[in-house]
């Protein structure tokens, strides 16, 4: 959904009306943000303003906060309290992308998820739908969306299938360097398609342990000729 207009505008105020009526009826749900503090650059829904728009809103639910520059003990205790049920709806940013189980949440919103990967939406929206209740998430973006973006939120509405996901965010992204740092962009491969040739990868894997293990004088050379500066990442 898109908010970068009057129309936008009112869309996002019934997301907020209709989360405000599902926690009202005892459910639990997460409010995602990209950023913790507002940006004049970016114009993003932060943390902490969204934190204090949706308690102006909501009046009759409890909220939390919980984000990386808390101390981990304020943390920990937020979603403690959270799990426990003393807490409707957590505003939070991607802290919660991993290692977070509770049932009985069941409503996600996604704010600016078009700054997201795929694989973050992905990880992000196993949060909810852990219980019986049926679960919702929903994608808040802002308009306009560059074509990337676009093909990202729409495999994010068509499957929840985590192995296509993996593929489309591979096939979008680009698979970065293997043996170096970066992790999006352009392949550096010289002899293969990862996208085409993934299939390889443990075969290729199994004969270069074998080799290390075999012949370390020649893999060394193999990893000085085509390695480069990431040598000492493929001898870790």
Not at 6 to 32: A, H, N
Not at 180 to 196: K, N, P, V, Y
Request: hydrophobic share 40%.
């Amino acid at each position: 959904m898109g908010r970068a207009d009057k129309q936008g505008s009112i869309r996002r105020e019934e997301v907020i009306d209709r989360v405000r009526d599902w926690c009202e009826t005892g459910r639990q749900g997460y409010w995602v943000c990209t950023t913790i503090e507002e940006d004049e650059e970016n114009q993003l829904n932060a943390a902490e303003s969204v934190h204090a728009e949706l308690a102006t809103h909501m009046p009759r639910l409890r909220f939390g906060l919980v984000h990386g520059r808390l101390p981990q003990a304020e943390k920990n205790a937020v979603m403690a309290g959270f799990k426990a049920g003393e807490i409707d709806i957590l505003v939070a940013t991607t802290v919660i992308e991993v290692g977070v189980d509770v049932p009985n949440a069941s409503v996600m919103v996604i704010d600016n998820a078009e700054r997201l990967g795929l694989a973050q939406l992905h990880q992000l929206r196993g949060r909810v739908g852990r219980g019986s209740a049926q679960s919702t998430c929903i994608l808040l973006y802002e308009a306009p969306l560059s074509a990337v973006a676009r093909e990202r939120l729409a495999v994010m509405r068509d499957t929840n299938d985590g192995f296509k996901i993996a593929e489309k965010d591979l096939e979008l992204r680009g698979p970065g360097d293997i043996l170096g740092t970066r992790q999006t962009g352009e392949e550096t491969f010289r002899l293969a398609d990862l996208g085409i040739d993934r299939h390889l990868v443990p075969r290729a894997v199994a004969l270069g342990n074998r080799l290390l293990a075999e012949d370390t004088a020649t893999a060394r050379t193999i990893i000085e000729t085509w390695g480069r500066r990431e040598a000492e990442y493929a001898t870790v």
